[in-house]
């Protein structure tokens, strides 16, 4: 398993904005579609967005209000949240695949980072 590393997740009040980033060890993972994927407490798993850099899919509650963007050379990607909502609280996974994909089938997780976010 190759490790992603998550960070940026925290605590921010309704209407705030948090960014994400998400960093893959391997040279690799360049040509990898990467992602984010989040579960809320007591909910399933929920396909947020991913991208491989030229292909990008959102989640229905990501459109309009999260970017998502990859930096090949770093084997990064970044997830901008603006006008956060409570129902945005989860925690957040970064993901990589061989393929993009709209559902939960990426084969690389990381450990997740909390979002939280107060009414």
């Known amino acids: 398993q190759v490790p992603l590393v998550e960070s940026g997740g925290g605590l921010v009040q309704t209407g705030g904005s948090l960014n994400l980033s998400c960093a893959a060890s391997?040279?690799?993972?360049?040509?990898?579609?990467m992602g984010w994927i989040r579960q809320a407490p007591g909910k399933e798993r929920e396909f947020v967005a991913a991208?491989?850099?030229?292909?990008?899919f959102y989640g229905k509650s990501a459109k309009g209000r999260f970017t998502i963007s990859k930096d090949n050379a770093k084997n990064t990607v970044y997830l901008q949240m603006i006008g956060l909502k409570p129902e945005d609280t989860a925690i957040y996974y970064c993901?990589?695949?061989?393929?993009?994909?709209?559902?939960?089938?990426?084969?690389?997780w990381g450990q997740g980072t909390q979002v939280t976010v107060s009414s």
């Open positions: 991208t491989t850099g030229s292909v990008t």
């Open positions: 391997a040279p690799t993972f360049s040509t990898y579609a």
């Open positions: 993901v990589a695949g061989d393929h993009i994909d709209y559902g939960l089938a990426y084969e690389y």
